[in-house]
């Protein structure tokens, strides 16, 4: 099992920046896959991002060029730096990991607005 908890959502101008973070409540090294969800209101979730086992990286369409994810073993966190940041990409951004079992943070709120 592990726990997952996001932070770094806020309300950001567009064009801006953001990083989110992932913390895990135990080693990430093992972890097969972990990724970056989004649910805007009103729309179904859909994936953003993973980062695999082996350190390759997958990014959805439409944040390619935009958002990086990236991890730090000693700090058991996962991150999601967000660049040139959209209206479209407000929306409940939620952590992943995938295990014996699929697991979940609580989310955090990404608002990109003027």
């Known amino acids: 099992q592990v726990q997952l908890v996001e932070s770094g959502g806020g309300l950001v101008q567009p064009g801006g920046s953001l990083r989110l973070s992932c913390a895990a409540s135990?080693?990430?090294?093992?972890?097969?896959?972990m990724g970056w969800y989004r649910q805007a209101l009103g729309k179904q979730r859909e994936w953003v991002a993973i980062?695999?086992?082996?350190?390759?990286?997958n990014y959805a369409d439409f944040v390619k060029g935009r958002f990086t994810i990236s991890r730090d073993f000693a700090k058991n966190t996962v991150y999601l730096q967000m660049n040139s940041l959209k209206p479209e990409d407000t929306a409940v951004y939620s952590c992943?990991?995938?295990?014996?079992?699929?697991?979940w943070g609580q989310g955090t709120q990404v608002t990109v607005s003027s």
């Open positions: 135990r080693s990430i090294f093992n972890i097969d896959a």
């Open positions: 992943n990991a995938q295990m014996a079992g699929n697991y």
């Open positions: 980062i695999r086992s082996g350190g390759a990286t």
